[in-house]
C-alpha cells in the first residue's frame, strides 16, 4: 500500500517536467504559457495533493515571488543601462583596436583575453 502511494505521488511531481516540454514541443502553448499552466499545477498539486500549502500560505508565496522578481528586473535593467552606455561610447570596439594592435594572430589573442 505505501508502495502504491509513493509511486502515485512520484508520478504526479513527474508530470510538470512532462506537461511543460510536452505543451512546448507539442505546439500546444508558447514558453510563456507553459510556466503558467506549471504554476497552475503546482499550485493544485501542493493543495490537493500534497496538502504542503495551505490558503494562508499563499501569501507568503506571492510576496516572496514578488520581491524576487523584482530583485531579478532591476539586475535586468542595470545590464541593460550598462550595455546600452558601453555600445555608445564605442568601448567593445574600442577594446577590439586595442587587442588587434597586440597581435593579429588569434590565438595569441585568445592567451591575452584568458590571461587577463
Keep these: ?3 502504491n502511494i509513493i509511486s502515485r505521488k512520484f508520478l504526479i511531481a513527474f ?3 512532462v506537461i ?3 505543451g512546448i514541443y507539442g505546439g500546444i502553448f508558447t514558453p510563456t504559457e507553459a510556466a503558467l499552466v506549471a504554476v497552475v499545477y503546482g499550485l493544485i498539486a ?3 495533493i500534497y496538502r504542503e500549502i495551505k490558503w494562508k500560505d ?4 506571492f510576496t516572496s515571488s514578488i ?4 530583485v531579478i528586473m532591476f539586475i535586468i535593467v ?3 543601462v ?3 552606455y558601453l555600445t555608445r561610447e564605442k568601448i567593445p570596439a574600442q577594446v577590439t583596436e586595442f587587442m588587434l594592435a597586440i597581435s593579429d594572430n588569434w590565438i595569441i589573442t585568445l592567451l591575452i583575453i584568458n590571461l587577463s
Aim: charged share 10%; net charge positive; aromatic share 8%.
Design 1 to 3: 500500500m505505501a508502495k
Design 15 to 17: 508530470l510538470m517536467p
Design 20 to 22: 511543460i516540454l510536452g
Design 46 to 48: 501542493g493543495d490537493r
Design 58 to 61: 499563499l501569501h507568503y508565496i
Design 67 to 70: 520581491q524576487i522578481t523584482s
Design 78 to 80: 542595470g545590464a541593460s
Design 82 to 84: 550598462f550595455g546600452s
